[in-house]
């Protein structure tokens, strides 16, 4: 079956200018997870969705950032006034269940911000 | 605060050599995850361990939870280049979010 996808896969934006980030997740599926990576780096954790519901937002780095979840299936992470520091690659994961440790990732969004 | 570290942080070996890959805590994790991340993709889930002491092979690699599930190890037997990639180890301490360590990069050479 399909499985995690993500649109666009590359965004150059200019320094100030908002950006939505998409995300597909594996269908039934009903957890969503958004993490950010800086080359060669490990995943910070940005936000978790459990159906269209968020109950942890604080790995979000500013209020620059936020995210939503529609339908329980796809999922936009929104960069408003982007900033240098905010280039790095984005990756959303889907879980079966909010109890499943497994995540399922997308190839990511890679993001520079000129 | 790093919860999950790995060491080494880069490591380059030849083809046919062993090693040996480490993700340690001071926290205990309720399951451990390793994912291997190839340029331009994203994580590819390996492997979960969820009881101390647990020892899981796949194929040319074990991964071991230690006692205490507070770390764990990934062994690569004979590495090949198709191994090359970005080992992640993350855990989870409950259901939701995971903690990633910053990874070890493996370079295989041929």
């Known amino acids: 079956g399909a499985g995690v996808s993500q649109s666009p896969s590359n965004k150059v934006t200019e320094k100030g200018k908002d950006v939505e980030l998409r995300c597909d997740p594996i269908s039934g599926h009903t957890a969503l997870y958004w993490y950010r990576q800086s080359l060669g780096q490990g995943l910070e954790f940005l936000i978790y969705f459990q159906g269209n519901s968020a109950p942890d937002k604080s790995g979000l780095p500013s209020d620059r950032f936020s995210a939503e979840r529609t339908g329980g299936s796809v999922s936009t992470l929104t960069i408003q006034r982007t900033q240098q520091e905010d280039s790095a690659v984005y990756l959303c994961a889907s879980s079966l269940r909010y109890t499943s440790y497994e995540q399922y990732f997308g190839p990511g969004t890679r993001l520079t911000v000129t | ?110």
Do not use: M
């Open chain 2, 1 to 110: 605060t790093q919860l999950l570290e790995q060491s080494p942080q880069f490591l380059s070996i030849q083809e046919g050599e062993n090693l040996t890959v480490y993700c340690n805590s001071s926290s205990v994790f309720s399951s451990l995850q390793w994912y291997r991340q190839e340029p331009g993709e994203g994580p590819v889930l390996l492997v979960t361990v969820v009881t101390g002491g647990e020892v899981k092979k796949l194929k040319r690699l074990t991964f071991q939870f230690g006692d205490a599930r507070k770390d764990s190890s990934l062994h690569i037997t004979a590495a090949q280049p198709g191994d090359t990639g970005l080992y992640l180890c993350a855990g989870a301490r409950g259901a939701g979010k995971s903690t990633f360590g910053d990874g070890t990069t493996l370079t295989v050479k041929p």
